[in-house]
T-cell receptor, first 117, second 109 residues
Framework: GAVVSQHPSWVICKSGTSVKIECRSL??????MFWYRQFPKQSLMLMAT?????????EQGVEKDKFLINHASLTLSTLTVTSAHPEDSSFYIC?????????????FGSGTQLSVL | GQNIDQPTEMTATEGAIVQINCTYQ??????LFWYQQHAGEAPTFLSY??LDGLEEKGRFSSFLSRSKGYSYLLLKELQMKDSASYLC??????????WGAGTKLIIKP
């Protein structure tokens, strides 16, 4: 099956620093990638939808200036958490859509656990 | 509004069968997914249904009734490693995934 690689798996940083998370589709072209955030014991929450070559679409309540998303190629999207604060500590997961005729599938990265001290 | 309902938690015995239900109300429908998620890990794809009926895949089966807005995930011959959260998600008319809160499945020996 299709593989989505997400790095880093975990990161610990000081408050005020920026953190970049990469999401790569390894064996398919992903025209659309999604970024999710999951707080403990809660379901995944969609943060933004990223389309290759265009600006990301952010969900209501998600600060686009804080969570910068770049989808520069069909195989790579990045999420940068700028000036991270402890309340940004969460599990971040990306997914890529492989669209084939009549079939829709999402493949997930392995997630990034962000801890902001 | 859009809504996905599934039980919060279920308990079953090793070797038994369990059915996890999911009902949905969404703006449009382009398919229903079931994902498995172990604590601290990303969800993994289990099944995708877009037509009515039962899809069987090994020990796991998924059923869909679009007219009823209803799906279930059936797990047979339960194993301890099946202890996880099971997420139901619907792809709406805008191709956005609408997620349920997940069902935590506890398997007892």
């Amino acid at each position: 099956g299709a593989v989505v690689s997400q790095h880093p798996s975990w990161v610990i940083c000081k408050s005020g620093t920026s953190v970049k998370i990469e999401c790569r589709s390894l064996d398919f072209q992903a025209t659309t990638m999604f970024w999710y955030r999951q707080f403990p014991k809660q379901s995944l929450m969609l943060m933004a939808t990223s389309n290759e070559g265009s600006k990301a679409t952010y969900e209501q309540g998600v600060e686009k200036d804080k969570f910068l998303i770049n989808h520069a190629s069909l195989t790579l999207s990045t999420l940068t958490v700028t000036s991270a604060h402890p309340e940004d500590s969460s599990f971040y997961i990306c997914s890529a859509r492989e669209g084939r005729q009549g079939i829709e599938k999402l493949f997930f990265g392995s997630g990034t656990q962000l801890s902001v001290l | 509004g859009q809504n996905i309902d599934q039980p919060t938690e279920m308990t079953a015995t090793e070797g038994a069968i369990v059915q996890i239900n999911c009902t949905y109300q969404t703006s449009g429908f382009n398919g229903l997914f079931w994902y498995q998620q172990h604590a601290g890990e990303a969800p993994t794809f289990l099944s995708y249904n877009v037509l009515d009926g039962l899809e069987e895949k090994g020990r796991f089966s998924s059923f869909l009734s679009r007219s009823k807005g209803y799906s279930y995930l059936l797990l047979k011959e339960l194993q301890m490693k099946d202890s996880a959260s099971y997420l139901c998600a619907v792809l709406d008319s805008n191709y956005q995934l609408i997620w349920g809160a997940g069902t935590k499945l506890i398997i007892k020996p």
